[in-house]
């Protein structure tokens, strides 16, 4: 999947819409603006794994393919570092299936697709999602096309009317289908040695990123305007190597 480079001025414009947004919204309004491929789909309505795709070559060319954060242990509450590489992640992107076949399980034929974030943001605004097996259950529901049972010919689209071992084979079936959707890293805990898993938030990186550059970006623009007269738009105008010199200068760094 191409992504295209993001000019500063887009990096700012982004950084301004997308401080107050939410999750959702933030990882869609960043992968829509790399978004270079020939889909017709917008991202909103693709499988969640192809955004993060977008999202992990995004801080691939802002910040190279390492990813490190820290996460609080929740036996000790102590930090437990770690960290992943976008590059290695990105291998797993041609095994996303985008039009999966129907699932056959139980004497059940189930036809779903994979979540969207589109399907994301619906489920957030529901009440009580905020609860793990609901926000699940209402996710399933969504992608859930239709299901027969072989005993009826009578078709239905209702996720809830499947018995829980055709529902965890549908869970199951869904998180092959898109690797990329939900990234857990297992960690353990230097301090108590207690083993955890932790989300990997692709999102979250990404935004980090174009959150710093957005800051430098400021920075930039404010000693050369101060010491050149030059306007925003014409500091954001000069590529970034003319741009690095230039506060070099003022810096004393360059001679």
């Known amino acids: 999947m191409a992504v295209r480079a993001l ?25 829509a603006a790399v978004d270079d491929s020939a889909d017709s789909l917008p991202p909103a309505d693709r499988p969640v794994g192809r955004v993060t795709a ?12 390492r990813m490190a954060a820290t996460v609080s242990c ?15 992640l990105l291998g797993l992107e041609d095994k996303i299936v985008d039009c999966p076949a129907p699932l056959l399980h139980g004497g059940y034929e189930v036809v779903w697709r994979c979540p969207s974030y589109r399907d994301l943001q619906a489920v957030a605004e529901q009440p009580g999602a905020d609860d793990p097996d609901l926000g699940a259950a209402l996710l399933l529901e969504r992608c859930v096309l239709s299901l027969r049972h072989e005993e009826s ?23 092959a289908a898109d690797p990329l959707a939900d990234l857990l890293v297992d960690l353990r805990c230097p301090d108590c040695e207690l083993e955890f898993t932790a989300d990997l938030d692709v999102a979250a990186f990404a ?38 010199s230039y506060v070099r200068i003022l810096t004393g760094e360059l001679p």
């Open 7 to 31: 000019l500063s001025g887009e990096v700012l414009g982004l950084w301004d819409e997308c401080r107050d947004a939410s999750r959702e919204e933030r990882a869609l309004a960043l992968a």
């Open 74 to 88: 929740p036996g000790c509450r102590g930090t437990v570092e770690f960290a992943a590489s976008a590059e290695a």
């Open 207 to 244: 935004w980090a990123e174009v959150e710093c550059r957005g800051r430098q970006l400021l920075l930039d623009v404010d000693a050369l305007a101060r010491s050149y007269g030059w306007s925003e738009r014409e500091v954001l105008a000069l590529s970034e190597p003319r741009r690095a």
């Open 54 to 65: 977008l999202l992990l070559r995004l801080h691939q060319a802002l910040a190279g393919a």
């Open 153 to 175: 010919a009578k078709a239905s689209a209702r996720g809830a009317d499947l018995p829980g071992a055709v529902r965890e084979a549908l869970t199951d079936a869904m998180a």
